[in-house]
Nanobody
Framework: QVQLVESGGGLVQTGGSLRLSCAAS????????MGWFRQAPGKEREFVTA????????HYADFVKGRFTISINNAKNTVYLQMNSLKPEDTAVYYC?????????????????WGQGTQVTVSS
């Protein structure tokens, strides 16, 4: 099993930036893909971005392309989500997730382990 702990959420004004971190521990050798999802009140959990644990290949939802960047530091077993040009509609709880399978999926059901989430609130 993999344990994931997110941090870095908070309150920011429209146009501001935040960097989320997700520290992984436990059976990290089993991870092939790391993803970020978000869930706003009353809405389904949605895919934001994903990266291969080995680095390189990244995938983004259309609504964050050009604003968010995912990266990984394998030495620290940590994945980051740099969020720029934030909008009120980005307000949500952000979750990181780990997947043991090789394919990069965009649905939450395909991920094996989840963090507890971190709140991001963007004020207008």
């Amino acid at each position: 099993q993999v344990q994931l702990v997110e941090s870095g959420g908070g309150l920011v004004q429209t146009g501001g930036s935040l960097r989320l971190s997700c520290a992984a521990s436990g059976r990290t050798f089993s991870i092939n893909v790391m993803g970020w999802f978000r869930q706003a009140p009353g809405k389904e959990r949605e895919f934001v971005t994903a990266i291969r644990w080995s680095g390189g290949s990244t995938h983004y939802a259309d609504f964050v392309k050009g604003r968010f960047t995912i990266s990984i530091n394998n030495a620290k077993n940590t994945v980051y989500l740099q969020m720029n040009s934030l909008k009120p509609e980005d307000t949500a709880v952000y979750y990181c997730a780990a997947r043991r399978g090789l394919i990069v999926p965009f649905t939450s059901l395909e991920y094996d382990d989840w963090g507890q989430g971190t709140q991001v609130t963007v004020s207008s």
